[in-house]
């Protein structure tokens, strides 16, 4: 199995406080993603990284940054938690480019009370 | 934007045939993978195609046609343990999922 860990695994939270999520991995890779996931809506892509200190968005990126300062660290950061960001989160890394498989933590269950 | 639509479920009986489609309205991805995921777990890679055409993976296979937006997974010979939602993912550094199809299989 890939090494790749999330923390924590659940987690409930009050409306306007701030939550970092962590991803870890030990595979060296070099893409990193955050989804969140939601029934009806699948997997949707809110930042990503494709190095050190090189990151993008992706599609619902808004209320939400991340970081990534070292290769095996990905973390994504809720300033202000709303309620429209109870969701379960997946990370997930990715070699390189060109390799087409990822692989996926074991998730995140965000409550925002 | 990029977006790839899926049937949002299907339903088949233990041994039969089904296929999975994703049409996806955007261009420039490198290819389309296909992923699935049970209840309460996380996704789990089943394959890819990066060219045009049909590949298989044990009773799994996957099609790709570029001129047509459109790929598909095949599931032969269908089991229990295939109950599970099933997602196709165009990727290039983003990797962009589906909407996903609950599969139901039943005896």
């Known amino acids: 199995d890939a090494g790749i860990t999330q923390s924590p695994r659940h987690k409930v939270t009050e409306t306007g406080t701030p939550v970092t999520l962590r991803c870890h991995q030990t595979?060296?890779?070099?893409?990193m993603y955050w989804y969140r996931q939601d029934p009806g809506h699948g997997l949707r892509l809110i930042h990503y990284?494709?190095?050190?200190?090189?990151?993008d968005k992706g599609e619902v990126s808004d209320g939400y940054s991340v970081s990534r300062s070292k290769t095996e660290d990905f973390l994504l950061t809720l300033e202000s938690a709303t309620s429209s960001q109870t969701s379960v989160y997946f990370c997930a890394i990715r070699e390189g480019l060109m390799n087409t498989e990822a692989f996926f933590g074991q998730g995140t269950r965000l409550t925002v009370v | 934007g990029q977006s790839l639509e899926q049937p949002s479920e299907v339903t088949a009986v233990e041994g039969a045939i089904v296929q999975i489609n994703c049409t996806y309205q955007t261009s420039g991805f490198y290819g389309l993978s296909w992923y699935q995921q049970h209840d309460g777990g996380a996704p789990t890679f089943l394959s890819y195609n990066a060219l045009d055409g049909l590949e298989e993976t044990g009773r799994f296979s996957s099609f790709l046609s570029r001129s047509d937006s459109y790929g598909y997974l095949l599931l032969q010979e269908l089991q229990m343990k295939d109950s599970a939602s099933y997602f196709c993912?165009?990727?290039?550094?983003?990797?962009?999922f589906g909407t996903g199809t609950r599969l139901q299989v039943f005896p």
């Open positions: 990284s494709y190095g050190v200190k090189d990151t």
């Open positions: 595979e060296n890779h070099r893409y």
């Open positions: 993912a165009g990727y290039t550094d983003k990797l962009i």
